[in-house]
């Protein structure tokens, strides 16, 4: 098997898996506002929490993702596993961390109740944002290009953004309960730590 075959396997892996997690990712986008509908309401209060979090969530995972990915670079894909994996593990138990927060902040003002929820919020986000610099990292080690690696994972990264959200919006939620929402982006998360993870076994033999 020649080296372009061996690229061209990897990025078809890397880049199926970023395209599911960008889809993980706005499924619990749409999802996790459900939940704080319960708390503040469906007004701009819960929208702007969310919409704020992911922002900075994901802008503080990029930074962070970036320097490591720097700093190890023979470790990005598994870095990328590790964050699918938190963000998998997160996404299983957030239901019940955002409906207990809602209960123990239930008399608490509404700048102490938003800024727990934001900081809850923060936690999976912050994973999130990690993902797209270590796989760039990773690309580039293989590509040898900057630019055609940005481009190509932030194309299909949003193009699963689009098909979470949409999916989530105009048929999961017509079919689900918001809990078994949750849990499928988790899985969605697991499955690809799980092909990820195992190429990279493959990969060390």
């Known amino acids: 098997m020649t080296d372009r075959s061996i690229s061209q396997q990897n990025f078809a892996l890397i880049g199926l898996a970023f395209l599911c997690s960008g889809a993980a990712g706005l499924i619990y986008q749409v999802a996790w506002q459900r939940l ?33 990915g720097d700093r190890f670079p023979a470790a990005t ?10 963000i998998g593990l997160f ?49 580039v080690r293989v590509w040898r290009n900057v630019g055609a690696a940005t481009g190509h994972l932030y194309a299909l990264n949003t193009l699963g953004a689009m098909l979470g959200c949409s999916l989530t919006a105009f048929w999961l ?24 993870g195992l190429s990279l076994q493959g990969a060390e033999k």
């Open 91 to 139: 996404g299983l138990v957030s239901p019940f961390l955002i409906r207990a927060l809602g209960l123990w902040l239930s008399d608490a003002s509404f700048a102490v109740s938003g800024l727990a929820n934001f900081l809850l919020m923060l936690i999976p986000t912050f994973f999130m944002g990690a993902t797209l610099p270590v796989l760039i990292a990773h690309l």
């Open 77 to 86: 894909l598994k870095f990328f596993v590790l964050c699918e994996v938190v």
């Open 36 to 68: 704080l509908f319960a708390n503040f309401g469906v007004d701009l209060i819960s929208v702007c929490i969310i919409v704020s979090t992911f922002m900075l969530g994901l802008g503080l995972g990029a930074l962070a993702g970036g320097w490591l």
């Open 173 to 196: 939620f017509h079919w689900m309960e918001l809990d078994r929402v949750i849990q499928l982006a988790a899985a969605i998360n697991f499955g690809v730590a799980a092909a990820v």
